[in-house]
């Protein structure tokens, strides 16, 4: 009998997974690279503009709201290796047009939302055939450890990143940043082309063509699954918006150059790391308490570091949000995708992605315009406020629902709401995998 893997990091016991975390921690960093020189970029030629800010990340992230339904439905579809192999050769792509832009000087705001939106619209396909594609590299067993890692490497890539960034920025510009990033897409492909696609865990296709609506059917008939998914709808739409907040503060709170807004950055960064490593060890679904505790923390933390006084006490208690932050969603995520099934996984994480990040453009522009009119801490505090009302608004729901039912019960394995063909036999229990991100 082979002996299993343990530890915190056994799901780098599987070779294509070491092979995909090598690559998406350094294709990973150059996008959080990416990300502070297009904030930098946007707030120099607008003269700190939150409003513009805030339109070119709503222009980011819309596309999400818009085909990131159909991109889960691709991911059910089709071979998501190839899928993935694409979208970052077109990333890639886009971001090489617009780094030649910043080098020649030419660069225009309209620039910067075009190839925001471009980006954006690749990641509506790439998100949730990344996130279910982890499943795929490490099986049933390891996809909660496989997710938990995914996080930290993922916010090992947001401590280095940021802060390399900003002392290139400082000492080279913002062009040269921006060419890493294009280079970084290399990364990955290389990696999913070295993969052993015998080795990967793949589930049968369904015969019939996999449709949007029976992902949401599976979805809407499990309360457990609806609870957290609004949660996270709500503490995306007003509390996760620090692509938008921090900058933000650096510039017109504390008066900081890119350097220390880099590692302001860093700090966040690094809270979220601590807290994708606490996850490691989890190897079942958590309760919905704990999803709810998390977020009723979130919403504290978040609260406290608007009212930060000075650069230092607003690193700590970011380091603080980002924790929270980073554990709020990879519970929400492990009680989405440990209740889901296999054969639904794509469009489920599609959805996720939908309620995570497809609510980011209309967070973007409301936080962005309450910034540019009351400063850049109101951002902070209405999260914070609106993630505590949230998370005790879900806590009553528990409660209620408790005293309906009585002592909740073991769930049961998910079952397809409505057959799609053949393919769908294969309904093994799934555990689940990765965090939020990207934009994480």
């Given at each position: 009998?082979?002996?299993?893997?343990?530890?915190?990091f056994?799901?780098?016991s599987?070779?294509?997974f070491?092979?995909?975390?090598?690559?998406?921690?350094?294709?990973?960093?150059?996008?959080w690279?990416m990300?502070?020189?297009?904030?930098w970029?946007?707030?120099?030629?607008?003269?700190?503009s939150?409003?513009?800010?805030?339109?070119v990340?709503?222009?980011?992230?819309?596309?999400?709201?818009?085909?990131?339904?159909?991109?889960?439905?691709?991911?059910?579809?089709?071979?998501?290796?190839r899928?993935?192999?694409?979208?970052?050769?077109?990333?890639?792509?886009?971001?090489?047009?617009?780094?030649?832009?910043?080098?020649?000087?030419?660069?225009?705001?309209?620039?910067?939302?075009?190839?925001?939106?471009?980006?954006?619209?690749?990641?509506?396909v790439?998100?949730?055939?990344?996130?279910?594609?982890?499943?795929?590299?490490?099986?049933?067993?390891?996809?909660?450890?496989a997710?938990?890692?995914?996080?930290?490497?993922?916010?090992i890539?947001r401590?280095?990143?940021?802060?390399?960034?900003?002392?290139?920025?400082?000492?080279?510009?913002?062009?040269?940043?921006?060419?890493?990033?294009?280079?970084?897409?290399?990364?990955?492909?290389?990696?999913?082309?070295?993969?052993r696609?015998?080795?990967?865990?793949?589930?049968?296709?369904?015969?019939?063509?996999?449709?949007?609506?029976?992902?949401?059917?599976?979805?809407?008939?499990?309360?457990?699954?609806?609870?957290?998914?609004?949660?996270?709808?709500v503490i995306?739409?007003?509390?996760?918006?620090?692509?938008?907040?921090?900058?933000?503060?650096?510039?017109t709170?504390?008066?900081?150059?890119?350097?220390?807004?880099?590692?302001?950055?860093?700090?966040?960064?690094?809270?979220?790391?601590?807290?994708?490593?606490?996850?490691?060890?989890?190897?079942?679904?958590?309760?919905?308490?704990?999803?709810?505790?998390?977020?009723?923390?979130?919403?504290?933390?978040?609260?406290?570091?608007?009212?930060?006084?000075?650069?230092?006490?607003?690193?700590?208690?970011?380091?603080?949000?980002?924790?929270?932050?980073?554990?709020?969603?990879?519970?929400?995520?492990?009680?989405?995708?440990?209740?889901?099934?296999?054969?639904?996984r794509?469009?489920?994480m599609?959805?996720?992605?939908?309620?995570?990040?497809?609510?980011?453009?209309?967070?973007?522009?409301?936080?962005?315009?309450?910034?540019?009119?009351?400063?850049?801490?109101?951002?902070?505090?209405?999260?914070?406020?609106?993630?505590?009302?949230?998370?005790?608004?879900?806590?009553?729901?528990?409660r209620?629902?408790?005293?309906?039912?009585?002592?909740?019960?073991?769930?049961?394995?998910?079952?397809?709401?409505?057959?799609?063909?053949?393919?769908?036999?294969?309904v093994?229990?799934?555990?689940?995998?990765?965090?939020?991100?990207?934009?994480?």
């Amino acid at each position: 009998m082979d002996k299993k893997p343990t530890g915190t990091f056994r799901a780098l016991s599987v070779r294509n997974f070491r092979l995909f975390a090598a690559g998406q921690v350094v294709s990973a960093a150059g996008t959080w690279m990416m990300v502070m020189a297009q904030d930098w970029l946007v707030l120099s030629m607008t003269d700190d503009s939150g409003t513009a800010l805030g339109a070119v990340t709503a222009l980011q992230f819309a596309p999400l709201l818009l085909f990131t339904l159909y991109g889960g439905r691709l991911a059910d579809r089709h071979d998501k290796r190839r899928l993935l192999i694409a979208a970052n050769l077109v990333s890639g792509t886009l971001t090489c047009l617009l780094t030649l832009l910043v080098l020649s000087d030419a660069v225009q705001v309209w620039h910067i939302c075009l190839f925001a939106l471009g980006l954006g619209t690749v990641n509506a396909v790439e998100v949730p055939t990344r996130m279910s594609f982890v499943g795929e590299l490490v099986g049933a067993e390891l996809l909660p450890n496989a997710s938990a890692l995914s996080a930290a490497y993922f916010n090992i890539a947001r401590v280095v990143g940021p802060a390399v960034a900003g002392l290139l920025i400082s000492v080279a510009g913002i062009g040269p940043v921006m060419l890493l990033n294009a280079v970084s897409y290399l990364a990955t492909v290389l990696v999913l082309r070295m993969m052993r696609p015998a080795e990967l865990h793949l589930t049968a296709k369904p015969s019939a063509r996999p449709r949007i609506v029976d992902g949401l059917r599976h979805v809407t008939g499990r309360p457990d699954l609806l609870l957290p998914m609004a949660l996270v709808g709500v503490i995306g739409l007003f509390g996760l918006n620090f692509q938008l907040t921090l900058p933000l503060m650096a510039k017109t709170e504390f008066h900081t150059d890119a350097s220390n807004f880099g590692l302001l950055t860093t700090a966040f960064a690094a809270g979220s790391l601590l807290a994708a490593l606490a996850t490691t060890a989890r190897r079942g679904r958590p309760s919905s308490r704990t999803v709810t505790t998390a977020a009723l923390a979130f919403g504290l933390v978040t609260t406290a570091a608007g009212g930060a006084p000075d650069h230092l006490t607003a690193a700590v208690l970011l380091a603080l949000t980002g924790f929270a932050a980073l554990y709020f969603a990879q519970a929400a995520n492990h009680r989405v995708q440990l209740g889901s099934d296999p054969a639904y996984r794509g469009r489920v994480m599609a959805l996720y992605t939908l309620v995570l990040q497809g609510s980011t453009p209309l967070g973007a522009l409301l936080v962005g315009r309450l910034s540019q009119e009351f400063g850049a801490r109101s951002g902070l505090y209405v999260g914070g406020i609106v993630s505590l009302t949230a998370a005790a608004g879900a806590y009553a729901v528990q409660r209620t629902r408790r005293r309906r039912t009585g002592p909740a019960l073991p769930p049961p394995s998910p079952r397809p709401s409505k057959p799609e063909g053949p393919g769908t036999a294969d309904v093994s229990r799934a555990p689940e995998e990765r965090q939020g991100s990207h934009g994480s």
